[in-house]
């Protein structure tokens, strides 16, 4: 079964820095892309961050410059270092993953990142 466990949520002031991190497991298929995506009370979830094979990012206009997100193959782990944190941010931030082959993709259960002004 298909599992993927988000971390490092939480609150921080605006200026500052968090890194989320989320663990795939439980697929024996290949990792096509994977991406944060997140949403905030009232809108609807939005694409923040997507890696796909070969390592091509994509971004969000709104993160671009402050936000990486990276991969750990090794780890089977997919991070999101956020800097310059503004309360516009503060939204719970979802992991998602597609694998090669399978027609769905699967989420994580999500974490909150709340900056404060």
């Known amino acids: 079964q298909v599992q993927l466990v988000e971390s490092g949520g939480g609150l921080v002031q605006a200026g500052g820095s968090l890194t989320l991190s989320c663990v795939v497991s439980?697929?024996?298929?290949?990792?096509?892309?994977m991406g944060w995506y997140r949403q905030a009370p009232g809108k609807q979830r939005e694409l923040v961050a997507a890696m796909f094979r070969g390592g091509v990012t994509n971004y969000a206009d709104s993160v671009k410059g402050r936000f990486t997100i990276s991969r750990d193959n090794a780890k089977n782990t997919v991070y999101l270092q956020m800097n310059s944190l503004k309360p516009e941010d503060t939204a719970v931030y979802y992991c998602?993953?597609?694998?090669?082959?399978?027609?769905?993709?699967?989420w994580g259960q999500g974490t909150q990142v709340a900056v404060s002004s």
């Open positions: 439980g697929s024996g298929f290949r990792i096509d892309a």
């Open positions: 998602n993953a597609r694998f090669l082959g399978v027609p769905v993709d699967y």
